[in-house]
Each structure stands twice: as structure tokens, then as C-alpha cells.
Nanobody, 125 residues
Framework: VQLQASGGGLVQAGDSLRLSCTVP????????VGWFRQVPGREREFVAV????????RYADSVKGRFTISRDNAKNTVSLQMATLKPEDTAVYYC???????????????????WGQGTQVTVSS
């Protein structure tokens, strides 16, 4: 399964941006779909996830209150609405999908089976 991430770009601090992830094949609600980000020289960092079926969400502390993850079952997409962006949000953002993930695994990149190609988000100060 090859996920398709899109929506990155160059914005100024305080702006908003919306990322989208298309999940082909199986209905998107049958996957837990997460967003991770990575900057050069650092490990991939968990950002947010929407859990399979229930749609429960979880966020990293660094984005809580600013980012919102949502799912559109009809379009088989998961979106990440990012508001009040900061320069430290600059990274390549990846979406990932997995099945039967338990709650404690939702922030672990290694637990996800399928990944998108990444989309660059750059926030200037």
C-alpha cells in the first residue's frame, strides 16, 4: 500500500497549512493513520494519529491545541490541519498506516506498515 501525502509548502510563522494523506485500497477507517515528521540528523518524530475504526485521536504535546487530525471515509483520506505554525514545525512530514495497533504503539513509527513519500513543510520566522 503506497500512501500519498500532499499539501506541504513554505509559510510564515503563525500561518496555517493542511496536509492530506490518501490511503488506497481498503477503506481508510480500517487503518490507524498517523503523521510523523523528521528533520535531518534527527529521528522521525510522532505528530498525531487517528485510530482505526473508533477514530480516537492522539497528539504529541508539541502540537496539541494547534494541530487537528481528521478522517474523510468517503474520500479515503486523513488530513492534518496545522495552525499557528512555528519555525520548529519545519520538517518533512510523513503519513503512515497500520492495522491492529494498540494504544501504546500509536506513537511508535516502527509499528506502522505503510508509509507515504513525505511532504516538506517550512515555516519561516
Amino acid at each position: 500500500v503506497q500512501l500519498q501525502a500532499s499539501g506541504g509548502g513554505l509559510v510564515q510563522a503563525g500561518d496555517s497549512l493542511r496536509l492530506s494523506c490518501t490511503v488506497p485500497g481498503r477503506t481508510v477507517r480500517s487503518y490507524s493513520v498517523g503523521w510523523f515528521r523528521q528533520v535531518p540528523g534527527r529521528e522521525r518524530e510522532f505528530v498525531a494519529v487517528i485510530r482505526e475504526n473508533s477514530g480516537s485521536t492522539r497528539y504529541a504535546d508539541s502540537v496539541k491545541g494547534r494541530f487537528t487530525i481528521s478522517r474523510d471515509n468517503a474520500k479515503n483520506t486523513v488530513s492534518l490541519q496545522m495552525a499557528t505554525l512555528k519555525p520548529e514545525d519545519t520538517a518533512v512530514y510523513y503519513c503512515a498506516a497500520g492495522v491492529r495497533l494498540i494504544w501504546s504503539d500509536l506513537d511508535a513509527a516502527a509499528r506502522y506498515d505503510y508509509w507515504g513519500q513525505g511532504t516538506q513543510v517550512t515555516v519561516s520566522s
